[in-house]
Structures are given as structure tokens and as C-alpha cells.
């Protein structure tokens, strides 16, 4: 089922979220199938639970769009066990809609997490799947790409999604 994709306002998104502790269960795949429709609904590079409502640290990336089965990746309670090196390129993200800015990300990373079993998994990534990893993990964390940029750059996108608020542009 595709869910609503919250956007930037919803407190949800920059909150911490809480971690998985039961694995392998109905509604833990379910959740995930969901996150995957909604995701690639929107044709993202990755989702994390709480842009659909729910505080949980599960995000799930596909640097292929969906192009190719292999490139899937689900990661539960993930975290950064290395980086290394830095990558400047535009991000975006699927609750701030319309906004592109260039952001400097390490350039490998090296993710530790669970699956959906619960199992432990240990990732490497580059360029962009090391920025979906920091993206991801971020969103987890409460942390949106924009909180990276300058408080200049910030409040200019801050100031135009008001005034989209305002006008019921914003949803
Ligand atoms: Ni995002």
C-alpha cells in the first residue's frame, strides 16, 4: 500500500526514532512492503519509516530506482560504523519536494545494521549509495538534509515552504 509521504512542518520528521526490537514479524513486513510502494511511487533512492508516520529506525534505499532487484537495501537500526573521504553533489529528499541543494557527504561508508530477521549485516557504500546511507541514517536520527546547509541557504527554502504552507500548496 502507497502511504502519505509527510513533509517538512510534521514534528515526526525531526524527532529521533525509536529502534526495532521484534524481527521477522507480519507487520514489520508489511511496513517494509509499503515503505518500498511508497518509495518507488515517488521514484526516491530511499525512504525512511518515519516520513510515513512511523518512528522507527528502518529505512529502506535502491540507488537503481528500480532497476534492479540487487541494488535493494533494508536497514534496521542502522549506524555508522566509518567514513572516509568526502562527495559534493545535489541531494534532495522525498518531505522536502522541489528543493535540490549541493551538499558535501563522505564518499564511502561503511553501515552496520539488522534485516528484516534480524540478522546483523555489515554494508559498504560509495558515492551515492554512501549518500543514501548518511541521508538515511540522518532521517532516523531526526536529522533532514537541509539542517546540513548553511542557516542562510536554510531559511531561504524554509521561507518559500511557508509561504506553500500558506497557500495549501504544502501537504
Ligand atoms: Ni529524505
Redesign the pocket.
Given at each position: 500500500m502507497v502511504r502519505k509521504i509527510l513533509k517538512y512542518g510534521e514534528p515526526i520528521l525531526e524527532q529521533a526514532a525509536g529502534p526495532v526490537t521484534e524481527f521477522d514479524t507480519p507487520e514489520l513486513h508489511e511496513l517494509i512492503a509499503d515503505m518500498w510502494e511508497t518509495m518507488y511511487a515517488s521514484k526516491g533512492v530511499?525512504l525512511?519509516a518515519p516520513?510515513i508516520g512511523i518512528a522507527k529506525r528502518i529505512s529502506v534505499i535502491d540507488t537503481s530506482v528500480g532497476e534492479d532487484e540487487s541494488k535493494k537495501v533494508v536497514i534496521i537500526n542502522p549506524e555508522i560504523l566509518s567514513k572516509e573521504g568526502s562527495q559534493t553533489g545535489e541531494e534532495g529528499?522525498?518531505?522536502i519536494p522541489g528543493f535540490r541543494e549541493p551538499l558535501t557527504r563522505a564518499n564511502k561508508v561503511t553501515v552496520r545494521a539488522q534485516d528484516e530477521k534480524g540478522e546483523a549485516i555489515e554494508l559498504d557504500g560509495e558515492e551515492l549509495l554512501a549518500r543514501a546511507f548518511q541521508?538515511?541514517i540522518d532521517?532516523l536520527n531526526g536529522i533532514?538534509?537541509i539542517a546540513h546547509l548553511s542557516a542562510l541557504k536554510r531559511d531561504i527554502i524554509r521561507r518559500k515552504i511557508k509561504k506553500l504552507q500558506k497557500t495549501g500548496e504544502w501537504d
Open positions: 530511499g525512511a516520513q529528499c522525498l518531505s541521508h538515511e532521517h533532514l538534509f
